[in-house]
């Protein structure tokens, strides 16, 4: 495996926030397995460790499960609720990742999920939207989008089978913000 420096992305090293406002965490599900359910979770915090190498960076991530958006309130009330998601026991989604590998605009970055008490692997792969100044905070900001699923069986959230598919896309859109 070749090792790639940041100069194959032109980020500064050190620790990148989240920009919360130009951020967002989404998802697809099947309803009765004929037509998909999208939503979003609202709150969402992350952080970008920009090493010396892809191997020496890292990136990890929390999702309020509580600020579950799906545009029907009820809807979300519901899965909130412990015969479903179950925030009370499971308030929060939390990511690690354990190895990012890539060129250019795209890139693997794999990692570990929590939901609840159950930890899983899990890859997503990424597009390097590129890097520009805001005029609005004059930092830069580094635009990435990563997709992948998960099978929600394997974090023991079985319920509504047949109602709800078991699989779950995911997309998350986030910009980071330089250092300093």
Known sequence: ???ETTAALPLTGGRWE????????????RHLGISKVRGAFTRVDAELD????????????????SSIETGNTDRDAHVLAPDMLDVARRPAMAFRSTRITGE??????EGE?????????????????GIEESVLDQRRHAG??????IRRSDFGLGFAPGILGDVVQIVLD??????G
């Open 104 to 109: 250019g605009a795209d890139y693997s970055l």
């Open 144 to 149: 990435f989008e990563a997709r992948g699923s």
């Open 113 to 129: 999920l929590t939901i609840g008490d159950v930890t899983r692997p899990v890859t997503l792969e990424v597009e390097f939207g």
């Open 174 to 179: 986030v910009q980071f913000m330089e250092p």
């Open 1 to 3: 495996m070749t090792t």
């Open 18 to 29: 989240i920009d919360p406002f130009h951020s967002s965490a989404g998802f697809t599900i």
């Open 50 to 65: 920009v090493g010396e190498t892809l191997e020496t960076s890292s990136i990890t991530a929390t999702i309020d499960l």
